[in-house]
């Protein structure tokens, strides 16, 4: 069984930088995507950031690029979200997801089927 653990949220001010983590465990595909959703409640959730297991290519929407930076550890157990130049706006509560690659791109942010509990962050002006 597939677990997805956040931790890492919590607030700071605008400005500031916030490290994210997703601690994953019982994978038995070899490749697979992992990504970062956020949603406000009672808004759309929004995508922040993927990331391909397998050669670790990213990808990141405009309105986080050049301050978020996805990354996954040697191991491959534990992809970690860098959000720096943090702003008002990015405030919500944050997910990882995963699923296998399955031969689709991770970078349509679909299909993902592996869902951790969320971490929140917020972010004052």
């Known amino acids: 069984q597939v677990h997805l653990v956040e931790s890492g949220g919590g607030s700071v001010q605008a400005g500031g930088s916030l490290r994210l983590s997703c601690a994953h465990s019982g994978f038995t595909y070899r490749d697979f995507c992992m990504a970062w959703f956020r949603q406000v409640t009672g808004k759309e959730r929004e995508k922040v950031a993927a990331?391909?297991?397998?050669?670790?290519?990213?990808y990141y929407p405009e309105s986080v690029k050049g301050r978020f930076t996805i990354s996954q550890d040697i191991k491959g157990k534990t992809v970690d979200l860098q959000m720096n130049n943090l702003k008002p706006e990015d405030s919500a509560m944050y997910y990882c997801?995963?699923?296998?690659?399955?031969?689709?791109?991770?970078?349509?942010?679909?299909?993902?089927?592996?869902w951790g509990q969320g971490t929140q962050v917020t972010v004052s002006s």
């Open positions: 990331l391909y297991s397998s050669n670790g290519d990213t």
């Open positions: 997801a995963a699923r296998p690659r399955g031969g689709i791109s991770c970078f349509d942010f679909k299909n993902y089927n592996y």
